[in-house]
């Protein structure tokens, strides 16, 4: 499989995309030009350290195609993923007289593919823009589906938009040296991936964990793809969340208020393999799994250098903090429980003694209490 098409033709949700899978950059503009756009002016979004690796063979392929390419860099780290950042994003498109028909490419993580979505779906009222990630999270994850945002007082993604891309353009080759603690990351939402919707899968990265970790070429791509499947799934069925497309949070409940307690200092990856060994263990506790399979899910965080607990945070103060998440539906928790390997579901009838004892099953500094 080279490429897989997104779409969906409802009225009123109508989208169509591909993500194309590539060994290096220099087909990018090869790509873009099939889109056939009306641009005149492109911006190329990334943050600091991305811009020293691969902005100027991004800009070489792009310029040939534009009038104008411009260069909007700001600073790396989730911190600066917000409304600031934003804000100096539309300076420069308005000093550079961008225009609606022109376009941004995101290139970078998931921190620049949300932040490069949501000024894209909101400067005139929304323009065209490409996903070009370059992390594995971003590319299993995030650059799919439309979602964009940005984190509000430490609240995460609680401004945003559903604005697709054009065009996904996955360059495999940065992943060969791609830092440790974000290849894990990616691995995070990958086995999230697995765990909602596909058993088989979940079990072959398991089955595969050797040479995932040693990042041979095949089997990442083979891993990619499948989860950008998967997603591509759920997300024509369920464009805007209105229901099924909700399951891909799993993890995210408890995992985004660790991650803002923590004050980003933990990856998103990380953040939502701690979420979800917690909803794992309700369901667990529920019933819905047995007990070889919430170790089974718990401990192979650890072969893909993923944390099993957290520490340093008063569990009262997580709970809470899901209080405020964006996921709240009629002042509850719309909580993502696992009901058997590959099989997630939504659920509004989790309490706070439940997540309360899934926090402290997590909690580093309760174990090393006892």
Known sequence: MKSLLVKQERPGEAFSYEIVWKESFSDLG??????QLPAKKACIVTDSTVAELYLEPVRRELEPLFEKVTVFVFPAGEEHKNLKTVQKLY?????EKFERKDILFALGGGVTGDLTGYGAATYLRGIDFVQVPTTLLA?????????TGVDFDQYKNMVGAFHHPRLVYMNMSVLKTLPGDQFACGMGEVLKTGLIRDEIFYDW???HMGEIMDRIPAVLTKMIQRCCDIKRVVVEHDPKEQGERAVLNLGHTIGHAIEKL?????????CVALGTVAAAYISFRRGYLSTEEFYEIRDMNVGFDLPITFTGLDPERILAATKSDKKMENGTVKFVLLQSLGHAVVDHTVTDQEMLEAINFINGDRIDEE
């Open 30 to 35: 090869t790509e873009v030009k099939k889109l």
């Open 262 to 270: 923590k004050e980003f200092q933990l990856g998103h990856g990380q």
């Open 91 to 95: 300076t420069h498109l308005i000093e």
């Open 205 to 207: 990265t398991i089955n």
């Open 139 to 147: 590319q299993v994850d995030s650059s799919i589906g439309g979602k």
